[in-house]
């Protein structure tokens, strides 16, 4: 796990470098980077639920303070993530992990939500510390109550997806992402399976910051191959849901097929 980080760090700072006019320029994106690995190797040496939480919010929280936007919103919803935590506290081990599961879907809002300084390619190491940070919340959080809460939260996407009229999955790309990453904390996978989904994340994340030519043109079906891979141990769980969210993709993938196909044809 740590090597497809590390290889996926080393890429972004390579096209962050190359398309940054000065040194300079490359700062904030450099100082973001290197906080997520200090997370990274600090959590290594936690024991704790609560010590992992408290290295998180701190650096997140660093993060943001140093190269954020919009801050006053980005702290209200941390104290909603500690209010959900202290509610945890109070029920001792009798809804530990399910308010756990809260604060990691909060977690997740959060970091997708949050703006750094109009610098679009400052949000992949942020986004990647947020996935580094969260990893070992997989170890506790699988639970009927986890596996409840992402059905309604893939419905609800899928229904938007629906009501956009099958847009372009690349224009929703955030709002697709989002149960994407929530199935990565929701379900036990193989270590083969779990690396290629952390390696099509990572990958994501680093064509919707950076321009990558050969690329951009393959996001749609790489966003949906991710998706249909989160859905494989779901689909234990409810079949006939899994079965609608991979049609109303597969839709969409054809849809927006048809429709550029249309549009090269024109411009021919």
């Known amino acids: 796990m740590i090597i497809i980080f590390l290889i996926f760090t080393l890429i972004s700072i390579f096209l962050k470098v190359k398309g940054s006019k000065s040194f300079v320029d490359s700062v904030p994106f450099l ?11 600090t959590n290594l040496y936690l024991d704790s639920s609560m010590q992992l939480i408290y290295a998180y919010e701190v650096i997140s929280i660093l993060i943001v303070m140093l190269f954020g936007s919009n801050i006053a919103n980005f702290l209200k919803l941390k104290m909603l993530g500690i209010f959900i935590l202290t509610l945890g506290a109070s029920f001792q081990f009798t809804f530990q992990y399910e308010f756990l599961y809260l604060y990691v879907i909060l977690s997740i809002f959060i970091a997708f939500n949050t703006k ?31 596996i409840g809460v992402f059905s309604v939260v893939a419905t609800l996407v ?15 790309h955030k709002s697709i992402s989002y149960p994407v990453w929530l199935g990565l904390f929701t379900f036990s996978f193989p270590v083969s399976y779990l690396l290629i989904i952390l390696s099509l994340i990572l990958l994501l ?9 050969f690329l951009n043109r393959y996001r749609e079906k790489i966003l949906a191959a991710t998706f249909f891979i989160i859905l494989i141990p779901f689909s234990l769980s409810n079949l006939f849901l899994a079965i609608m969210i991979m049609s109303m993709l597969v839709i969409s993938l054809y849809l ?13």
């Open 31 to 41: 100082i973001v980077t290197l906080l997520s690995w200090i997370s990274f190797f």
């Open 116 to 146: 750094l300084n109009n610098d679009k390619a400052l949000s992949f190491p942020y986004l990647m510390f947020n996935l580094m940070a969260l990893m070992k919340a997989r170890e506790l959080i699988e639970t009927p109550f986890s």
């Open 158 to 172: 899928i229904l938007y997806l629906v009501l956009k009229k099958f847009q372009s999955l690349t224009v929703l």
């Open 205 to 213: 994340e680093i064509l919707q910051c950076f321009e990558i030519k």
């Open 256 to 268: 927006n097929r048809s429709t550029s196909a249309n549009e090269e044809g024109l411009s021919c």
